[in-house]
T-cell receptor, first 112, second 112 residues
Framework: DAMVIQNPRYQVTQFGKPVTLSCSQT?????MYWYQQKSSQAPKLLFH???????NEADTPDNFQSRRPNTSFCFLDIRSPGLGDTAMYLC???????????FGDGTRLSIL | KNQVEQSPQSLIILEGKNCTLQ??????????LRWYKQDTGRGPVSLTI???SENTKSNGRYTATLDADTKQSSLHITASQLSDSASYIC???????????WGAGTKLIIKP
């Protein structure tokens, strides 16, 4: 049974057109993370929520934003995607920050 | 600078053989070390997580070791199977416990 579900699995959008990626979890975990992973690179943390507390990484681009309306759902909004934002976007959850993270299978985003 | 270095970058072995992947880190102070397996096009899956007081931990055919004095870890895979073909990523947790330092991964290919 999938525990961290990301939708859609694949998304193609035009340069500059806003896009929203979604993540849901059935684990009731406190912490939710968004990562960006480019080809053959390690995942790069964009931001995370500890419950409702939002934490943004210093080098996350300003056009990346996130929402967590409740424990189960988290969204990644890219306001004006550029060609360099083509990547796999991974959502992960953890019960607490020092616990293993459970990843979804990602959304592969292509900007044309 | 806090870094995690993995070697080799890639490895090809025959099905049934054993292999060992290496991880060296300079992260300090250290909280814990994790090994993840990432299949192509999927999210990472946690294999092991070890604190500084643990020097070995097993998960089926996967055995991770940790030497906190020399800041080295290894992941040993016994009797490899075709399904072990994946990237294996070493991740070290910094004292700011949500902050993870990711290695670049070792790409393992198992050939029949």
């Amino acid at each position: 049974d999938a525990m961290v579900i990301q939708n859609p699995r694949y998304q193609v959008t035009q340069f500059g057109k806003p896009v929203t990626l979604s993540c849901s979890q059935t684990l009731n975990h406190n912490v939710m993370y968004w990562y960006q992973q480019k080809s053959s690179q390690a995942p790069k943390l964009l931001f995370h929520y500890y419950d409702k507390d939002f934490n943004n990484e210093a080098d996350t681009p300003d056009n990346f934003q996130s929402r967590r309306p409740n424990t189960s759902f988290c969204f990644l909004d890219i306001r004006s995607p550029g060609l360099g934002d083509t990547a796999m976007y991974l959502c992960a959850t953890a019960e607490y920050s020092n616990q293993p993270q459970h990843f979804g299978d990602g959304t592969r985003l292509s900007i044309l | 600078k806090n870094q995690v270095e993995q070697s080799p970058q890639s490895l090809i072995i025959l099905e049934g053989k054993n292999c060992t992947l290496q991880c060296n880190y300079t992260v300090s102070p250290f909280s814990n070390l994790r090994w993840y397996k990432q299949d192509t096009g999927r999210g990472p899956v946690s294999l092991t997580i070890m604190t500084f007081s643990e020097n070995t931990k097993s998960n089926g055919r996967y055995t991770a070791t940790l030497d906190a004095d020399t800041k080295q870890s290894s992941l040993h895979i016994t009797a490899s199977q075709l399904s072990d073909s994946a990237s294996y990523i070493c991740v070290v947790s910094f004292w700011v416990i949500y902050q993870l330092i990711w290695g670049a991964g070792t790409k393992l290919i198992i050939k029949p």
